[in-house]
């Protein structure tokens, strides 16, 4: 694997890693599976590249992009949160009709499929002393970094605590005088939030943005969330969030080895498969790690199911 | 300290299927007293709780605690009057938080909650010296999730949580049913232990004829939403489970508790 190619894998390592603490924040904290991300990531690539293709506010200009793709995310939460908890649709569902809303709504934004930007300035210019490969991943793990101090620090506190109540026990939480209502609006907000910030990111990194940029996005946090868990097994919601940022610095590496390597003569094209098979891979690894014991034991269990005896 | 007023609760009410769980029911407590409620299934039991607690609105009627009007508070408006502990063991905490981090949240029951660490090296002091109260061990496993704790250790750990605060009323929702005898009286005398301390004026709904009476200084028999039978003083001292069996079946109610059916 060249330079150019372990830069480009960490790059989007830290950039998936955003999105990754997004995801974990819907799925674990809140056991709320939001497929709204996979519409909030293009959503804040179409917020930036609109921004940044118009020039407006010059090099403060592309700073508060991030900041007002952030905010366009929280409104895709909100929706989704307020689909579930107002009308009683059920979570999934509600997340699917605001992720199909917002294709529509990219598409308005951008006014066109994708956005070039390749002569705009972007943040990724703010330290030009730095030699320009490296200055993506500069200001990616900036905002990385930023992202796991506030995020992790924010669970930590007495509000974080409501908000993994709500996830964990409504019914306690609510006992407790948290509101869970306002905690799932927040926290989608929040998730979604992060979500488009790492699509306005990437806009800024890559120079472009293109309104399927969303497509698999949940699938790519949730092999991040779920390899950084099998890595680390956290007890500590700290060592959670950096599992997050682990597991998506990690699958990179290893699409980027793959496709990279000729002898395993994968293509470009290829990319889908080997994320479902990773992901897949990520889920199976947990109780392979019990041995052959487990896998006897089920297989007993299956076929005493299928001889229709209940032998307990 | 809490009064329900001509409280009514109706389900499914215009159709076919309606039920009348809480009928006109009037029912007070004074500060400091602690009621046992009890009653056949579907006399109202858990209805009356549900009503004190917020989870239940009233069809008609009015609740009161300490003098103000809560009848349209949600469940969290109510939390800082109301501790509750459920009969479901696990749902007196959160399995997937640590126990020092349930306590900190309990710690905020009613209070605003701030952007401030919720756990600190005082904090953490002051939870392990309430949990070395319990004599289970706990206070030496503070950053454990609660879900590896048994049902009797949890349901521990939900009482303790829920008077962490104070409270005006301090409800129990038959909360020793799911555990082992053992485990059961435990957690019965932990409760009464709590309540004596802090003077909690309490409502206890129960399965168990027998704790009715020993605990508690009032006794109410619901049967079909309504208030069959109330007694307290000398005359619930005179009580006993046989007493109350007979009551039962002159209330009209089938009673289909343990102790029926070892009377």
Same mark, same amino acid.
């Given at each position: 694997?060249?330079?150019?190619?372990l830069?480009?894998?960490?790059?989007?390592?830290?950039l998936?890693?955003?999105?990754?603490?997004?995801v %974990?924040?819907?799925?674990?904290?809140?056991n709320?599976?939001?497929l709204t991300?996979?519409g909030?990531?293009?959503?804040g690539?179409a917020?930036?590249?609109v921004?940044?293709a118009s020039?407006?506010?010059g090099?403060?200009?592309?700073?508060?992009?991030?900041?007002?793709a952030?905010?366009?995310?929280?409104i895709?939460?909100?929706?989704?949160?307020?689909?579930n908890?107002?009308?009683?649709?059920?979570?999934?569902?509600?997340?699917?009709?605001?992720?199909?809303?917002?294709?529509?709504?990219?598409?308005?934004?951008m006014?066109?499929?994708?956005?070039?930007l390749?002569?705009?300035?972007? &943040?990724v210019?703010?330290f030009?002393?730095?030699p320009?490969? %490296?200055?993506g &991943?500069?200001v990616?793990s900036?905002f990385?970094?930023?992202?796991?101090v506030?995020?992790? %620090?924010?669970?930590?506190?007495?509000?974080?605590?409501?908000?993994?109540?709500t996830?964990?026990?409504?019914?306690?939480?609510?006992?407790?005088?948290?509101?869970?209502?306002?905690?799932t609006?927040w926290g989608?907000g929040?998730?979604?939030?992060?979500v488009a910030?790492?699509?306005a990111?990437?806009v800024?990194v890559n120079r472009?943005?293109?309104?399927?940029?969303?497509?698999g996005?949940?699938?790519?946090g949730?092999?991040?969330?779920?390899?950084g868990?099998?890595?680390l097994r956290?007890?500590?919601?700290?060592?959670a969030v950096?599992?997050?940022f682990?597991?998506?610095?990690?699958?990179r590496?290893?699409?980027a080895w793959a496709?990279?390597?000729?002898?395993?003569?994968?293509?470009?094209?290829?990319l889908?498969?080997?994320?479902?098979f990773?992901?897949?891979?990520a889920? &199976?690894a947990?109780r392979?790690?019990?041995?052959?014991?487990?896998?006897r034991?089920s297989?007993?269990?299956?076929a005493?199911?299928?001889?229709?005896?209940?032998?307990? | 300290?809490?009064?329900?007023e001509? /409280?009514? /609760?109706?389900?499914?009410?215009g159709?076919p299927?309606?039920?009348? =769980?809480?009928?006109?029911?009037?029912?007070?407590?004074?500060?400091?007293?602690?009621?046992?409620?009890i009653?056949?299934?579907?006399?109202?039991?858990?209805?009356?709780?549900?009503?004190?607690?917020?989870?239940i609105? /009233?069809?008609? $009627?009015?609740?009161?605690?300490?003098g103000?009007?809560?009848t349209?508070?949600s469940v969290e408006r109510?939390?800082?009057?109301v501790?509750?502990?459920f009969q479901?063991?696990?749902?007196?905490s959160c399995?997937?938080?640590t126990?020092?981090e349930? @306590?900190a949240?309990a710690s905020?029951r009613?209070f605003?909650? $701030?952007? $401030?660490?919720a756990? $600190?090296?005082? *904090?953490r002091?002051?939870?392990?010296?309430?949990?070395r109260?319990?004599?289970?061990?706990l206070?030496?496993?503070l950053?454990?999730?609660?879900?590896?704790?048994?049902?009797?250790q949890?349901?521990a750990?939900s009482?303790l949580?829920s008077v962490?605060c104070? #409270?005006? /009323?301090?409800?129990?929702?038959? !909360?020793?049913?799911?555990l082992?005898?053992r @485990?059961?009286?435990?957690? @019965?005398?932990?409760?009464?232990?709590?309540?004596?301390?802090?003077g909690?004026?309490?409502?206890?709904?129960t !399965?168990s004829?027998?704790?009715?009476l020993r605990?508690?200084?009032r006794?109410? @028999?619901?049967?079909?939403g309504?208030? =069959?039978?109330?007694?307290?003083? #000398?005359?619930?001292?005179?009580?006993?489970?046989?007493?109350? *069996?007979?009551?039962?079946?002159?209330s009209?109610?089938?009673m289909?508790?343990d102790?029926?059916?070892?009377s």
């Open positions: 694997m060249s330079v150019i190619a830069v480009g894998a960490l790059e989007l390592g830290f998936y890693g955003i999105v990754a603490v997004g %974990y924040l819907s799925f674990r904290i809140f709320f599976p939001d991300v996979d909030s990531f293009p959503l690539a917020v930036a590249g921004l940044l020039g407006w506010g090099g403060a200009g592309a700073w508060l992009s991030l900041l007002l952030l905010g366009a995310g929280c895709a939460g909100f929706t989704t949160a307020w689909l908890q107002r009308f009683g649709i059920l979570h999934l569902l509600a997340s699917i009709l605001t992720m199909m809303a917002l294709y529509s709504i990219n598409l308005r934004i006014g066109r499929p994708n956005i070039g390749l002569s705009k300035k972007t &943040i210019e703010t030009p002393a730095v320009s490969l %490296y200055q &991943i500069l990616l900036f990385a970094l930023l992202v796991f506030a995020v992790s %620090y924010f669970l930590s506190t007495q509000q974080g605590l409501g908000f993994r109540a996830g964990s026990n409504p019914r306690m939480a609510q006992a407790m005088g948290v509101s869970v209502k306002r905690c609006y989608l929040l998730s979604n939030g992060l910030l790492a699509g990111l990437f800024h472009f943005a293109d309104v399927t940029l969303g497509f996005v949940i699938i790519l949730l092999a991040a969330v779920i390899s868990e099998s890595l956290p007890r500590r919601v700290v060592v950096l599992a997050c682990l597991g998506a610095i990690l699958y590496l290893v699409i496709l990279h390597s000729d002898f395993l003569g994968f293509r470009a094209s290829d889908n498969f080997l994320t479902a990773l992901v897949a891979a889920l &199976i947990p392979l790690r019990w041995g052959v014991r487990l896998g034991l297989g007993g269990d299956r005493r199911r299928r001889s229709g005896g209940a032998s307990d | 300290m809490i009064r329900l001509r /409280v009514s /609760v109706r389900f499914g009410e159709t299927l309606a039920v009348e =769980a809480l009928a006109e029911v009037d029912f007070a407590l004074e500060e400091g007293e602690f009621a046992t409620v009653g056949s299934n579907g006399a109202g039991k858990s209805t009356l709780l549900g009503c004190c607690a917020g989870e609105g /009233v069809s008609s $009627g009015r609740v009161v605690i300490d103000v009007d809560v349209n508070f109510r939390a800082g009057m501790a509750r502990v479901d063991p696990l749902l007196g399995g997937s938080l126990i020092e349930n @306590m949240l905020r009613g605003r909650r $701030g952007f $401030g660490l756990l $600190g090296s005082s *904090v002091a002051a939870f392990r010296e309430r949990l109260g319990l004599g289970l061990g206070e030496d496993r950053s454990e999730r609660v879900e590896r704790l048994s049902g009797g949890r349901q750990l009482l949580l962490q104070e #409270a005006r /009323v301090f409800l129990l929702d038959e !909360h020793t049913a799911a082992d005898p @485990m059961s009286s435990f957690v @019965m005398d932990l409760t009464q232990r709590l309540i004596e301390e802090r909690l004026t309490t409502v206890m709904v !399965h004829l027998s704790q009715a605990f508690g200084d006794l109410v @028999m619901l049967s079909g309504r208030i =069959a039978f109330e007694c307290s003083g #000398a005359e619930r001292s005179r009580l006993r489970v046989e007493d109350l *069996v007979a009551r039962f079946s002159s009209g109610g089938a289909d508790s102790e029926l059916l070892l």
